[in-house]
């Protein structure tokens, strides 16, 4: 990874598990406006989560496997001083089109069982709005049966189009917002942390998640 004031390059040379093929290319972002402002996630001030550039864009260049994308893009950082299931039980996650700027909703369980939201809308000419909170939606469940919600700004409703990642603790998706007809698109997530601290799921980490050494 290189890095610039205006530019994020991610040069990638791997190999594919568990099927060993190439993977060759790069992945450049234009960072747009970056921004400073850090938020709190837990009401202890463990856990902090910082939109560094929410309005990127992003151009892909992959010779293996041969593929070519550009579009919006989002690069974010979270920091704590403690595991986060020792701090969470849950949260969801969403990033939302929002003409030119970018809306996010974040709601957070922590352990003790209290609840924190987020919404926020990010604008090009670098300021922040609070968003009022939406209405909670339920989604599918995931093959793993990991529960999905959202709440997505404007109350728009929402439905699964695709499930990008579902893995035993965590799924990533792209939701349809709004009506066809004025439809907007938002990636998803939802983590479990109950699910990711017990033993079955530890121990099938390695499998999942495994690390090759050089």
């Not at 969801?92 to 909703?105: F, K, L, N, V």
């Not at 959202?150 to 695709?162: C, D, F, K, L, S």
Request: some cysteine; overall charge positive.
């Amino acid at each position: 990874m290189s890095a610039t004031k205006d530019r994020l390059v991610v040069a990638i040379d791997e190999w594919t598990v568990p099927a060993p093929r190439r993977m060759r290319g790069t992945i450049t972002i234009e960072l747009g406006p970056v921004f400073a402002a850090t938020h709190q996630l837990h009401a202890n001030g463990t856990h902090e989560w910082r939109p560094i550039a929410p309005i990127a864009r992003c151009a892909i260049s992959f010779d293996r496997p041969a593929m070519r994308w550009a579009g919006r893009a989002y690069v974010d950082m979270n920091a704590g001083s403690e595991p986060l299931e020792q701090g969470f039980r849950s949260w969801t996650w969403a990033r939302q089109e929002a003409g030119d700027s970018t809306a996010i909703a974040y709601d957070i369980l922590e352990r003790n069982g209290a609840s924190r939201s987020l919404a926020l809308c990010y604008r090009p000419d670098g300021s922040i709005d609070q968003l009022p909170a939406g209405p909670v939606q339920k989604l599918p469940t995931t093959g793993w049966r990991v529960a999905r919600t959202t709440r997505p700004a404007g109350g728009q409703a929402a439905q699964v189009i695709r499930t990008l990642e579902d893995a035993p603790f965590y799924a990533r998706s792209l939701l349809r917002l709004g009506s066809r007809a004025h439809e907007t698109r938002a990636i998803h997530e939802s983590v479990d942390l109950d699910r990711f601290a017990s033993r079955w799921v530890q121990i099938l980490l390695p499998f999942r998640m495994p690390r090759r050494a050089r």
